[in-house]
């Protein structure tokens, strides 16, 4: 399924080239050739211009409590990542049933163009991409620089909540081409060195085992370090200091000077798999590269009996 939506994505990008697209055209959603030539990415100028087009459907996914209530773009719909977009006893993904009820009251379509924002630089709007391209959405963008840029363009918030109709969105079976599980993929790779290329998002204290996580962060491993054979490139690289993200030439130099050229598949992981989505959204979504998030991350990794841990920094639990 990933390989054949790649192939759909490039040849949207082929043809946006060729007949002069650019970001701001305000016609049907599937017109729109946002930056970085991907059709995962959309400025604010062209959301600001298709608010009221009723096959664009508008999601927040914000970390900070009351955020939206405050304020928020028009006709935007509140999803919580805490509540609504995964399992709130067992530590899972949304099921497909709760998510497909979600996205249902949310006014969305088999056919619908998706497009989330959030806060700090689109961090839980990108775990939220990543759980409606599982389902099988078919068009699934990010807002470029997210809630910040909106605001910072000037942009009006509003604090109306929407009543949208019901969507007839059906989910399909969860795509396991874009999550990493720890037994079926992330310790095969382990194992087998040089077959897939792992990239951790985590600080590079993190990584190094300096620290277990950063400081008020609650979920925790009790091994410090990082899953040997990964190359660090922390999560907030890919953006610019606006938020935005970077050019597709950028983001490719950023990678490939840690080795990481879509030659192999790769596996994405930070501490709970929620800011390894905005890098899984960069590898997958705009440089088009075969990729997995591991959303079982270092909490899972790091908490299993006998796994191989590289730690440079040599910080043992409860050590004084």
């Given at each position: 399924?990933?390989?054949?939506?790649?192939k759909?994505?490039?040849?949207?990008?082929?043809?946006?080239?060729?007949?002069?697209?650019?970001?701001?055209?305000?016609?049907?959603?599937?017109?729109?050739?946002?930056?970085?030539l991907?059709?995962?990415?959309?400025?604010?100028?062209?959301l600001e211009?298709?608010?009221?087009?009723?096959?664009?459907?508008?999601?927040?996914?914000?970390?900070?409590?009351?955020?939206?209530?405050?304020?928020?773009?028009?006709?935007?719909v509140?999803?919580?990542?805490?509540t609504?977009?995964?399992?709130?006893?067992?530590?899972?993904?949304?099921?497909?049933?709760?998510?497909?009820?979600?996205?249902?009251?949310?006014g969305?379509?088999?056919?619908?163009?998706v497009?989330?924002?959030?806060?700090?630089?689109n961090?839980?709007?990108?775990?939220?991409?990543?759980?409606?391209?599982?389902?099988?959405?078919?068009?699934?963008?990010?807002?470029?620089?997210?809630?910040?840029?909106?605001?910072?363009?000037?942009?009006?918030?509003?604090?109306?909540?929407?009543?949208?109709?019901?969507?007839?969105?059906?989910?399909?079976?969860a795509?396991r081409?874009?999550r990493?599980?720890?037994?079926?993929?992330?310790?095969?790779?382990?194992?087998?060195?040089g077959t897939?290329?792992?990239v951790?998002?985590?600080?590079?204290?993190e990584?190094?085992?300096?620290i277990?996580?950063?400081?008020?962060?609650?979920?925790l491993a009790v091994?410090?370090?990082h899953?040997?054979?990964?190359?660090?490139?922390?999560?907030?690289?890919?953006?610019?200091?606006?938020?935005?993200?970077?050019?597709v030439?950028?983001?490719?130099k950023?990678?490939?000077?840690?080795g990481?050229?879509?030659?192999?598949?790769?596996?994405?992981?930070?501490?709970i798999?929620?800011?390894?989505?905005?890098?899984?959204?960069?590898?997958?979504?705009?440089?088009?590269?075969?990729?997995?998030?591991?959303?079982g991350?270092?909490?899972?990794?790091?908490n299993?009996?006998?796994?191989?841990?590289?730690n440079?920094s040599?910080?043992i639990?409860g050590?004084?």
């Amino acid at each position: 399924m990933l390989k054949s939506k790649i192939k759909r994505k490039n040849a949207l990008i082929v043809a946006a080239i060729s007949v002069g697209l650019v970001a701001g055209i305000s016609v049907a959603p599937s017109t729109a050739a946002p930056k970085n030539l991907a059709r995962a990415v959309v400025q604010t100028d062209w959301l600001e211009k298709n608010l009221d087009n009723p096959d664009v459907k508008i999601i927040e996914v914000s970390t900070e409590a009351g955020l939206y209530e405050r304020g928020h773009i028009k006709n935007a719909v509140k999803f919580n990542w805490y509540t609504d977009l995964v399992e709130v006893v067992n530590r899972d993904i949304v099921s497909r049933v709760r998510f497909e009820k979600l996205a249902r009251a949310a006014g969305i379509n088999k056919d619908s163009t998706v497009v989330l924002y959030g806060d700090k630089n689109n961090w839980f709007a990108a775990w939220g991409a990543w759980i409606f391209n599982t389902y099988g959405i078919e068009d699934v963008r990010l807002v470029d620089g997210g809630r910040v840029k909106w605001e910072k363009d000037g942009r009006a918030f509003t604090s109306v909540v929407p009543s949208p109709k019901a969507g007839n969105f059906v989910a399909k079976p969860a795509d396991r081409s874009i999550r990493a599980t720890l037994n079926n993929d992330v310790l095969p790779a382990v194992r087998k060195k040089g077959t897939v290329d792992m990239v951790d998002i985590r600080s590079a204290d993190e990584y190094s085992g300096k620290i277990f996580a950063p400081a008020g962060f609650q979920e925790l491993a009790v091994r410090a370090g990082h899953i040997p054979g990964a190359v660090n490139v922390p999560w907030g690289q890919n953006v610019n200091a606006d938020g935005t993200f970077k050019s597709v030439a950028d983001l490719k130099k950023l990678y490939s000077d840690k080795g990481i050229d879509g030659k192999k598949k790769i596996i994405t992981y930070c501490r709970i798999g929620e800011r390894s989505s905005l890098t899984w959204f960069v590898l997958s979504e705009i440089l088009g590269y075969e990729v997995k998030n591991y959303d079982g991350s270092w909490t899972e990794y790091g908490n299993s009996v006998g796994n191989p841990i590289s730690n440079p920094s040599g910080t043992i639990w409860g050590a004084a």
